[in-house]
């Protein structure tokens, strides 16, 4: 059975140990069944504070990683910095009992050179997720590969790269991220790119065209949760947004009012997402 999460940029940015407990009341109020941890900094995290916070509500977690500037697996100088990272993510989803580490673990965000991938540059990736796959794999999860829109990323932009990707690693351990946000700028549809993925993807982002309230702008939602219908997909779906105000907000150039406040976008979105797969 799905599992429905949210992530804690929608309110607050950086996300850290004490904003991301204050708000786990919220998150169990408005119906979710648990939050997903963007790790901003392993080493202000305290995970296990967070998941005695998260035992005392019922709730779940899911990791979510990502690089930044200096964390670049592509450039020798910086190789090791980004293997720590993530690394320190693949801990925190234990310590979190979470089984998944989500996000594009193959760039920084934002990185852009002017120019297709290389094959050597894809190469290094493969090697790259191959290792942390096994390092994954010995601790009980599964990292979970996100392709990101062009603007954010020039390596894994579709899914069909992803999967070549996932498979060319060949690691039970390293699997699919998809989400509908970045869906919606680089595939021709959301149904035929899910399928593609099958037995693959391991984690969903359902996110609106805008990054608004899941239900209005113009993601296919009946072909989303029908091709993840079809493919068996019994995971987790989680809205992530970053609402006007929030730091990380500027990151994801979202200038303007894209919701009323963070609880209308994860409330309005997380009943818009339950009611369309009861009736699918």
Known sequence: MVKYGVSPWIW??????????????????????????????????????????????????????????????????????????ARACIDTAVALQSDVVCGPLYSP???????????????????????????????????????????????????????RLVEEVGSPHVRIHLDTYHMNIEEKDFHGPIRAAGKLLHHMHCCESDRGVPGTGQVAWRDVLRALKEVGYDRWLVIESFILGVPVAAAAAIWRQIAPSGDALAGEGLRFLKSLWRIL
Do not use: H
């Not at 069944?33 to 998260?54: M, S, T």
């Not at 090697?127 to 599964?142: E, I, K, N, Q």
């Open 109 to 163: 965000v934002g990185k852009l050179v002017g120019r297709p991938s290389t094959d050597a540059e894809w190469r290094r990736v493969v090697v790259f997720l191959r290792s942390l796959g096994a390092y994954a794999g010995d601790r009980g999860v599964t990292l979970a590969i996100e392709p990101l829109n062009r603007y954010e990323t020039y390596l894994v932009n579709t899914t069909r790269q992803c999967v």
């Open 12 to 85: 607050v940015s950086p996300a850290s140990t004490e904003s991301m407990i204050g708000l786990l009341p919220k998150i169990e109020a408005l119906g979710f069944d648990g939050i997903e941890v963007p790790v901003e900094d392993p080493a202000r995290l305290d995970a296990e504070r967070l998941r005695e916070a998260l035992d005392s509500t019922g709730l779940g977690a899911t990791v979510c990683g990502f690089f930044l500037p200096g964390r670049d697996p592509l450039k020798d100088g910086e190789r090791k910095a980004a293997e720590e990272y």
